[in-house]
């Protein structure tokens, strides 16, 4: 499999280092144990004839060239971790470029992955019009508002479609290594995952901030207020509207624009998150618990923290022991 990553100025240093830390093992324990199949022929490729890292460091890339003809191209995140440091990065010229070159590329039938912010620039793209797809979770909003097109879920941590791949936040490079390395050989993926102590996540669920999505709107950051003030009284959407000064229409289009969901849906996300943090430290037992975030007993909340974590009570209470 010929892998190419393309890197830019001012990337994010560990999501390069785990993809090239993850295919360096495959390759070695590939040797070993398969005889040299599969193999990845990674290549570093940069639209700069010099590069540094967000930390400053040095990249070797090589050049585009026209024998350069990978079969997917792997995007790793900008070190851009804030709206405002973002936009004006997806604007530089060697963005740009970099965007061209991954069209062209996707031409001559080559797949695209990203994780994290690197999803962004596939976004510009168009490649990702109308298609599944996630990100970094904490820039949902952003992207949700800059790609209308995209059918954005950030809650899951990998999402395959038809142009390739897209994966989420941060550590969400490994997985994506994990996810192609497998594509190639499901037992050789085992062995990576196995010594790096990882493996491919389905969800970023569990590490979701709904208080660190709220700040992004004025209208959903008032409504989170005022949910967390009736997690135990229970969800009215007339309630909510008539205490913001806005219609049950505006504050049920805004949730969607903005988190991709109902206000139903996120005041559930505030529930579940209380929920988390009194399994954790209250000592509180799971009715109790139920109680405190608005339901009748400890059996509809335990369902409700597997279906939307994809763990059991015993697994989150075990998370800090």
């Known amino acids: 499999m010929r892998i190419s990553i393309l890197v830019l100025e001012g990337l994010f240093d560990t999501g390069l280092s785990v993809l090239l830390d993850a295919f360096a093992l495959a390759n070695r324990f590939s040797a070993a144990n398969m005889g040299g199949t599969p193999h990845f022929d990674v290549s570093i490729v940069g639209m700069r004839k010099k590069v540094r890292s967000g930390q400053g460091m040095a990249i070797p890339v090589r050049p585009v060239t026209d024998d350069l003809k990978p079969d997917w191209v792997v995007v790793p995140a900008l070190n851009t971790g804030t709206p405002e440091r973002l936009i004006p990065a997806l604007g530089r010229p060697d963005v740009r470029q970099a965007k061209a070159q991954l069209l062209k590329w996707h031409t001559q039938g080559a797949l695209v992955a990203a994780s994290c912010i690197g999803t962004f620039l596939v976004a510009e793209t168009g490649l990702l019009d109308d298609r599944e797809a996630t990100t970094t979770w904490w820039l949902g909003p952003l992207f949700r508002q800059r790609y209308p097109k995209v059918r954005l879920d950030e809650s899951r941590m990998l999402v395959p479609s038809s142009a390739g791949v897209t994966a989420g936040a941060a550590m969400g490079h490994l997985d994506l290594a994990l996810w192609l390395i497998r594509r190639a050989s499901p037992s050789l993926a085992a062995l990576v995952s196995r010594y790096l ?79 988390q943090s009194l399994l954790h430290g209250s000592g509180l037992g799971l009715d109790a618990i139920a109680a405190e975030v608005g339901y009748v007993d400890g059996a509809t909340l335990r369902t409700l923290l597997r279906q939307r974590l994809g763990r059991g009570v015993r697994d989150l209470r075990a998370d800090l022991r």
Request: hydrophobic fraction near 40%; include cysteine.
């Open 197 to 275: 102590l990882a493996d491919i996540r389905s969800s970023q669920a569990p590490y979701i901030i709904p208080n660190h999505l709220a700040q992004t709107d004025p209208l959903i950051q008032r409504f989170e207020l005022w949910a967390r003030d009736h997690l135990k009284a229970g969800f009215s959407l007339q309630e909510a509207a008539k205490a913001l000064a806005t219609s049950a229409r505006t504050l049920q289009r805004r949730c969607q624009d903005v988190l991709g969901k109902s206000p139903l849906a996120y005041f559930q996300d505030l529930r579940v998150e209380h929920a």
